[in-house]
């Protein structure tokens, strides 16, 4: 078997901790009884879990502070599902948000670019950025 190299393994998961969803599952589970146990546990029961999970095709989508598609996990089968947010064009790109788009501009930027590694540049933050540097002294600009 080949060694994996430290940048290699690096750059893996970095790409799957960008690309992973956070699902909380409401059930009880057992793991005393092994993994089949638990996975059956998990299908059957109440109670709550949670865990991290890629999905191919949530992992093309882009950020925005506005996105056109919500993301939802509305069963306790981590199933997602993906609904138009507004009226999408044929051709128009698709977006969903990394984050809680509901926090202010400093917030998200602060938090995209502390998490996934970018600032946002959607048309909602250019909006709220230069809408704010009207308001500082001029010496910030």
């Known amino acids: 078997m080949r060694a994996v190299l ?8 970095a790409r799957l901790h960008i690309n992973t969803f956070k699902v909380d599952a409401v059930m009880a589970i057992d793991w005393d009884g092994g993994m089949a ?3 059956a546990a998990m299908l059957q029961q109440g109670g709550s879990s949670s865990g991290s999970a890629l999905y191919l095709l949530a992992s093309m989508y882009n950020h925005s502070c506005e996105p056109n598609v919500n993301v939802t996990f509305p069963g306790s089968n981590s199933t997602a599902v993906f609904t138009a947010a507004r009226p999408i064009s044929g051709g128009e790109q698709l977006f969903i948000s990394y984050i809680d788009a509901d926090q202010e501009v400093g917030m998200r930027q602060e938090y995209l670019a502390f998490v996934y590694g970018f600032r946002c540049r959607c048309v909602r933050c250019k909006e709220e950025l230069a809408e704010a540097a009207k308001h500082m002294p001029p010496q910030l600009h």
């Open 6 to 13: 430290p940048c290699r393994y690096v750059a893996v998961m």
């Open 37 to 39: 146990a638990a996975a």
